[in-house]
């Protein structure tokens, strides 16, 4: 009996084939067990137990068809293949497809069902679910930071075979993105929800079809990545093998595998992957009765299948010290990578046959050769750019959308007076800090919306601008900037940032220096990290809150704040947070004796989650507050960026396409900046593409590999990371960068302009 096993690292990270080799030595004493692997940094090749090692090439050294050759040889000769990685078993099915009896890993085709993220073989037919996911080459960065949003933030970028990267905004996305493409050579990268739980796997050996034998392990001890250290095994529940059963047989499939789980808090099992080969802490299952790569290799070879004592229902591991194997003396250290540190974390040189067989077309991803999909850019932003005669100023400079902007203030205007109904009326008001152009405040004006500001410079212009003092709100913690005059007509609501700031505008308003028709609190929001507002959370905190409400005079009208941005905490979390809100107001309410007369959502929405909000999201909200706080009168809401960003487009021009393409990247210098897009690099931008003249239709531009580099002489200057520029691009082209009226616009500063 001669078994072959690849994947014999041994470490933090730990790969099955040592795992495997202790269960099929406890099996079969006078086995010959050759170690296979392909890299001397692999430790398990000293191991003792190993009865051969077979060290080949590095993966990307290595004539993969020569190599296939060898291993047909070998299985021919009546050895036994059991593979250790996932690539290695992906290759190997390629190799045979038309199998091998002793080749003990999946076919082509039963990969293919288990692939990652769908897994669509366990996702028909298993008591599990998939947690949502998109393709990052099959989706534009638009949508995908709008799937970002939708899921909180929450999130992991993974690779196809290893590898995932925890993900929380968007540059780290970008970031992570360009990691992972470069590590395994490819696109095909997914953004997966991260699914909060206790991780278990199922294990089991399966032969053509036929289900040998299966274990669930609850992990109970973990690295630092997460991996097991210890865990417990008992049986799976008939109700999970009954249809695993059935899978595997219609899978036809050959080989170990581990499904790799997490059991939320309702009970739901989330399946993460698929594994095609045994877990690493395989002999831990042996351990505890069930002998699984016996009983793969006994059936594979017509044999008895052997009896495994059970000596514990649970394992640990621990650190072991080993003889170096003279044959294989150790190699220095690889010199150190500067960011990576040192590159040992896939010791068996997976990155390299990751490589090879993407140079070979034998990767998984060849469907991703079509470009990634553009973004879809309403009409009226062309028409309104067509009509601005955008081509004739110069450069860079943003360029007002007139019909983009009126639409998404009338849409706000309509949404709320459909809501608004006897008792409580919702009372959207613009953001000004977010742009105060003067056209964006009169379009405000023009639809009914009132005017929210963070400072008396901030009124002045809402007055200015026509707003009556009766149809502002002040907010934020410096709103006494740059002097304390108010206008003479009380405003709508001054609310308080801290106590000491409510302490101040009680003071203001008995001395009368402070005229508002009601005073409100900003809420901190529990759970969540944020500078502002007064917290709750804790019962000192909360008592002072209630003592500091009872200094406002009995007349004056209470309000409550609340105002964390969706597009940071995600769609999802802002609606948790605002049930919580109507809590901690009831609360308030309950300890004051006072009751609330208006409550205000604050702003924070990316345009196409506010879009949707209106139909979607808002019409509960009314309802809850209806219910839960039915002494509020009036709703008011503070959209900035949902009604500014799609108001503004940055105009610049290509100065220069660099010759040096590195690493299949194009540089391209434009007369924009992070002066100009201040942004720029923290949230996706649509970008407009037309060719010098002016002529030419606008063109809308995908994902890419060009570089546009801003002119400014600073390391950190780019317009946009990943642009998908046509080969045609020339100096002199215009570029328009869309969704900057927001921040890009309120925040771009005068830089290297002489
Ligand atoms: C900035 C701000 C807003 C608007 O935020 P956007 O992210 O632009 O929607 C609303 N309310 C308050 C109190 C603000 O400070």
């Known amino acids: 009996m001669t078994l072959y096993l690849t994947g014999l690292h041994s470490g933090t990270n730990p790969q099955p084939g040592l795992g495997s080799a202790r269960s099929l030595r406890a099996a079969f004493p006078k086995a010959h067990i050759v170690g296979v692997d392909y890299s001397p940094r692999s430790s398990g090749i000293h191991w003792p137990e190993l009865d051969q090692i077979w060290l080949q090439r590095p993966w990307d050294e290595m004539h993969l068809p020569s190599y296939a050759d060898r291993v047909r040889g070998v299985l021919d000769a009546g050895g036994c293949w059991l593979s250790g990685t996932d690539l290695e078993s992906r290759w190997l099915a390629g190799q045979f497809p038309d199998a091998h009896p002793r080749l003990l890993s999946p076919s082509m085709a039963a990969l293919q069902s288990i692939e990652k993220p769908g897994v669509p073989a366990a996702a028909a037919a298993l008591p599990v679910r998939i947690a949502p996911y998109r393709h990052t080459a099959a989706t534009s960065d638009w949508d995908l930071h709008a799937f970002c949003r939708a899921h909180d933030w929450n999130l992991w970028l993974k690779g196809p075979y290893y590898d995932a990267v925890r993900v929380t905004n968007w540059p780290a996305l970008e970031a992570g993105r360009r990691f992972l493409t470069g590590l395994w050579t490819t696109e095909d ?23 040998l034998g299966a274990v669930r392990m609850v992990k109970r001890d973990l690295t630092d990545l997460s991996k097991t250290w210890a865990g417990s095994i008992t049986e799976v529940p008939e109700s999970f093998l009954q249809p695993l059963r059935a899978v595997l047989r219609d899978l036809r499939y050959t080989g170990g595998g581990e499904l790799e789980m997490i059991r939320d808090a309702d009970e739901v099992l989330w399946l993460l992957e698929w594994n095609p080969r045994f877990p690493a802490w395989i002999y831990g299952a042996t351990l505890a009765g069930t002998n699984m790569p016996a009983l793969l290799v006994a059936r594979a070879l017509g044999l008895d299948a052997p009896a495994t004592p059970v000596q514990a229902r649970a394992f640990t591991r621990v650190v072991l010290e080993v003889p170096v194997n003279a044959d294989h003396p150790l190699p220095p250290l690889p010199e150190p990578l500067p960011v990576t540190g040192f590159g040992l974390k896939h010791p068996s040189g997976l990155l390299g046959l990751a490589k090879n067989m993407h140079s070979t077309a034998l990767a998984a991803d060849t469907a991703v050769s079509t470009p990634p999909p553009l973004p879809a850019v309403p009409a009226s932003y062309l028409t309104d750019l067509e009509a601005a005669q955008a081509s004739e100023h110069p450069t860079p400079q943003f360029i007002f959308l007139p019909t983009v902007a009126e639409a998404g203030f009338r849409r706000t205007a309509a949404a709320a007076q459909a809501l608004s109904g006897p008792g409580l009326t919702v009372l959207p008001a613009y953001s000004i800090k977010t742009n105060p152009d003067a056209r964006l405040l009169q379009c405000a ?17 809402a007055l200015q601008c026509g707003f009556p003092a009766g149809d502002i709100l002040l907010n934020g913690p410096g709103k006494w900037y740059p002097d304390s005059t108010f206008p003479e007509a009380p405003l ?35 759970h969540i990290t944020s500078r502002f507002g007064i917290p709750t959370d804790h019962p000192e905190a909360f008592s002072a809150l209630v003592r500091a409400i009872a200094g406002l005079p009995e007349s004056m009208p209470l309000s409550a704040h609340m105002h964390m941005a969706s597009s940071t905490i995600g769609v999802e979390r802002w609606l948790r947070l605002f049930q919580s809100t109507l809590h901690w107001c009831g609360a308030v309410q309950a300890m004051t004796g006072r009751a609330f007369a208006s409550l205000d959502l604050g702003g924070g929405w990316a345009p196409d989650d506010w879009t949707t909000f209106l139909t979607n999201g808002l019409p509960q909200a009314v309802a809850a507050v209806r219910a839960q706080l039915p002494d509020v009168k009036e709703l008011f809401l503070e959209p900035g960026k949902a009604l500014a960003e799609p108001a503004m487009a940055l105009a610049m021009r290509i100065l220069e396409i660099k010759e040096d393409r590195e690493g299949g990247r194009t540089e391209v210098v434009v007369d924009g900046s992070v002066a100009d897009l201040p942004m720029g690099q923290f949230q996706p931008h649509r970008i407009l593409h037309r060719s010098a003249g002016g002529q030419s239709p606008l063109q809308v531009l995908g994902r890419g590999t060009t570089q546009l580099q801003g002119r400014l002489c600073m390391e950190h200057d780019f317009a946009a990371l990943s ?19 927001a921040y890009d616009k309120s925040m771009s500063y005068d830089f290297g302009k002489g």
């Open 189 to 211: 990268l997914f953004v997966q929800k991260h699914v909060a739980g206790f991780e278990e796997s199922v294990c089991f050996a399966a032969y053509e079809g036929e289900l």
């Open 445 to 461: 004006r023009q639809a009914g919306l009132l005017a929210e500001a963070i400072s008396l410079a901030e009124v002045r212009k």
């Open 492 to 526: 709508r609501v001054v609310f308080a940032d801290s106590l000491a700031d409510l302490e101040r505008i009680a003071a203001g308003v008995r001395s009368g220096a402070v005229k508002a028709a009601s005073v409100g609190i900003r809420l901190r929001p529990p």
């Open 723 to 741: 642009v998908g520029l046509p080969e045609t691009a020339a100096p002199g082209d215009e570029l328009y960068v869309c969704d900057a009226g």
